[in-house]
């Protein structure tokens, strides 16, 4: 894996590479980490394909339920007579909510469980999303009920991702969790477009209610299923011992200060900043922009294209993301080089769909772009 090192004599960045090595006696395999070690602690390989498909239904689940108010948004503002600024605050209250419960949603699945934050989290939002309609039409300024709403919806869906990243560290060996992060992180992509596909004929045929309660209905299914056939219908689902009771010796507790002050942690969160702002706006306004910039355009097309081209660009990048560490590559600049395609590549043709094309070229610039963006999950 070539990574940029700087050398004392002449100053100048210079390409060298890398490659972890490994005593055959300690791995088994030259070059390799054991993938699945005697360790009672992680999945056994069964139970994680099992898991995988089903947060793989849930991340797309989640999608369907996060995308519904985007795609009717252009709806729902002519009915309720809402200016553009109006449905920009509707959007982006989800947000406001979604940014408040990260850290908190991984510091309580370390604690409790990831899949159990996942099961309450699912059940909550799922409800929200089957309720928003109803909210909608009780109440006499639903400007504002909608903008509650979405702000819940952000509070709700902001612990899926921490409290996925939380049970992979404890439930999958290193060398398998770019593929399981992608492949579960491909459900995002698979929810927008079955939303984008699914929820257009439904928009059409049955009005925008009908795109939320189908997608908030199914959601609360999914989540209903998982504990009764994964969690085994277990009870209480999470106790006051395990929120507050439980004890850290000195070795296990974390020294949150200093691990802030590291530089690569502030390049982390900046990294995520903008990968999730790029992500997040063209989720929000794709429907609006073309909608507004190409009126005559059908909107299964621009709506279904993008992501369907992101899930196997999203799968592929966690194949190779494996693969190359299972080759023996430090893992390290395997992340920084799947974050530069992701970040540095995907920027270039973000850029040229400001530009003045036509509708085909910008279909086709969104969909490199959607594709290139997944690589962030390996």
Not at 137 to 152: D, G, K, T, V, Y
Not at 197 to 215: C, H, Q, R
Not at 216 to 226: D, E, I, R, T
């Amino acid at each position: 894996m070539a990574v940029i090192q700087k050398h004392a004599k002449n100053g100048g960045p210079d390409l060298v590479c890398h490659k972890e090595t490994h005593l055959p006696g300690k791995t088994g395999v030259p070059g390799c980490h054991k993938k699945w070690p005697e360790n009672h602690s992680n999945w056994p390989r069964p139970v994680a394909r099992l898991w995988t498909v089903v947060l793989l239904l849930g991340t797309c689940l989640l999608y369907c339920a996060r995308v519904a108010m985007p795609i009717c948004a252009v709806s729902m503002a002519e009915k309720f007579n809402w200016s553009k600024r109006e449905s920009g605050m509707v959007l982006g209250s989800f947000f406001w909510g979604y940014c408040f419960t990260q850290v908190f949603g991984g510091y309580v699945s370390d604690r409790v469980g990831g899949e159990k934050i996942l099961l309450l989290s699912a059940a909550a939002w799922g409800s929200m999303t089957a309720f928003t309609p109803i909210l909608a039409h009780l109440c006499s300024q639903p400007i504002l009920s909608m903008m509650l709403a979405r702000f819940l919806m952000g509070l709700l869906q902001g612990v899926h991702y921490p409290s996925l990243a939380s049970l992979c560290s404890q439930k999958v060996v290193e060398s398998e969790r770019g593929f399981l992060m992608s492949t579960v992180g491909s459900g995002s992509y698979l929810g927008t477009l079955l939303i984008g596909g699914a929820g257009s004929l439904m928009l059409d045929l049955y009005g925008w209610e009908s795109v939320f309660y189908v997608s908030g209905l199914l959601s609360v299914l999914w989540a209903y299923c998982m504990w009764k056939y994964l969690l085994k219908g277990e009870g209480p689902i999470i106790t006051l011992e395990s929120l507050g009771g439980a004890t850290q010796s000195k070795h296990t507790k974390r020294h949150w200060l200093r691990l802030l002050k590291q530089p690569a942690v502030f390049a982390v969160i900046v990294t995520h900043l903008c990968t999730a702002s790029t992500f997040f706006t063209l989720l929000s306004w794709l429907p609006t922009f073309f909608k507004d910039t190409f009126p005559d355009a059908k909107g299964w097309v621009f709506n279904v294209i993008p992501w369907l081209v992101a899930i196997p660009s999203s799968l592929f990048s966690g194949c190779l993301s494996d693969h190359l560490i299972c080759q023996g590559f430090d893992t390290a600049s395997v992340r920084k080089l799947m974050q530069f395609f992701s970040m540095g590549v995907s920027s270039v043709f973000t850029i040229l769909l400001c530009s003045n094309t036509t509708f085909p070229w910008a279909v086709a610039f969104v969909s490199v772009t959607m594709g290139l963006t997944t690589f962030s999950h390996s």
